[in-house]
């Protein structure tokens, strides 16, 4: 039997993604047909299952997927970026959470792991720039104290 190691965090945000927030059709860049809502959400549902069933390939696969269509929740990149860090891939798993800060609607949580990530692979001042505007965009105390955390640790190391 396979023994997975799944974060707390990597299961709030694959569960808690989902939102029914995916766009109602994903098109193809090349001028395929464009998928419906219930496409999309029948993949979400396939990247879930195979990551709680301990298949994290096949869930990468799903993420990676989704993430090609542009569809926006449950947050690919992240998803992926999770999945390649509990999977002790820090290499694989800072070019998709780099990605997802990008976006301007980037909160405290994705922050946070980008710290993280650098942190993992010791980047020290990007470690310590990502906790910071993590900070900075912190919303609730439990985010504040992450961050908090990260700076403490990157001090020390």
Known sequence: MNRLRISL???????????GAARSRAADP????ALSTSDIASAVNSAW????AGHLDEASSSFRYLATLG???????????????DQGKPDE????I???????SAGSFIWNQRGWAYASLQRLPEARESFLKALDRSATTADQAEAKLGL??????
Not at 30 to 33: I, L, T, V
Not at 71 to 85: G, I, K, S, T, W
Not at 98 to 104: D, G
Request: glycine share 8%.
């Open 9 to 19: 965090l990597t299961l709030l945000a694959i569960a808690g993604g989902w939102t």
């Open 30 to 33: 090349e001028g395929a047909p």
């Open 49 to 52: 299952l195979a990551f709680l």
């Open 71 to 85: 569809v926006a929740a449950p947050a690919p990149n992240v998803n992926l970026a999770l999945l390649a860090r």
């Open 93 to 96: 798993a800072l070019p998709y």
């Open 98 to 104: 780099v990605k997802s800060s990008l976006e301007e």
């Open 152 to 157: 403490g640790i990157v001090a020390r190391m």
